[in-house]
């Protein structure tokens, strides 16, 4: 990881921003091992702490590789800044705005529904959120798990979640970017097994031990 620039003790989602130092460096990542899983947090504000974190880090990954957009280009091709902005940047940009658009869909269909007809303006609005929600249906049927509709119908009051969240890490970047919020694992006492993984081999908690192989591009 030298060669790659070292490790950044202020970023608490190392992850993200070893991906792109990598990227950089002409190397490529992949998973070499079964599906991982993790157990989930319980609670609201266990999960905020773990949200803020991520989002924070992201936002700091964000910043550090839009220092010089044009040597993240030349060292690492076109397709990585796109996925800086696809990934991390829209990822920090749509936790900011799930709140505000809420309340302008909401605003808007109760006027609409006053006036007795509905704006064409909620067209594309619903369609981002009807699109969301089979996206992941199909990734979690993909990943061999069924989606309940109860879940998905609750998808947009998950996304809004993320607003507090974001408004925490934001915050903390100022005086706090190396604060790790640290998520309590074995809190519950259910077990749980990857899909391709076979039932001698379920792991407590939902922990699957993963691998990650690097490889140098040509």
């Not at 003790?9 to 992850?15: A, M, Q, W």
């Not at 091992?33 to 157990?39: I, R, W």
């Not at 609409?112 to 509905?118: C, I, V």
Request: proline share 6%; glycine share 10%; with cysteine.
């Amino acid at each position: 990881m030298a060669h790659c620039g070292g490790w950044d003790p202020h970023n608490v989602t190392e992850d993200a921003d070893l991906g792109f130092r990598l990227a950089r460096h002409g190397w490529k990542a992949g998973i070499i091992e079964p599906g991982t899983l993790e157990e989930a947090p319980v609670t609201r504000r266990a999960w905020t702490a773990q949200r803020s974190r991520w989002l924070k880090g992201h936002a700091v990954s964000w910043c550090v590789h839009m220092r010089s957009p044009g040597a993240l280009t030349r060292e690492a091709v076109l397709g990585a800044l796109a996925g800086l902005q696809l990934s991390l940047g829209l990822n920090v940009l749509s936790a900011l705005a799930h709140v505000p658009a809420a309340i302008v869909t909401i605003a808007l269909l109760a006027a609409s529904l006053w006036q007795g007809q509905l704006p064409l303006i909620l067209l594309p609005a619903l369609a981002g959120y009807g699109a969301a929600i089979l996206a992941a249906a199909e990734g979690a049927k993909r990943a061999g798990f069924k989606a309940h509709a109860a879940d998905l119908l609750a998808l947009p009051a998950y996304w809004i979640l993320q607003t507090p969240a974001i408004i925490r890490g934001l915050r903390e970047i100022g005086g706090q970017s190396y604060v790790w919020a640290k998520t309590e694992h074995g809190v519950t006492a259910s077990h749980r097994m990857a899909p391709d993984e076979p039932p001698d081999h379920a792991h407590p908690h939902g922990a699957v031990a993963g691998a990650v192989h690097l490889q140098r591009v040509a």
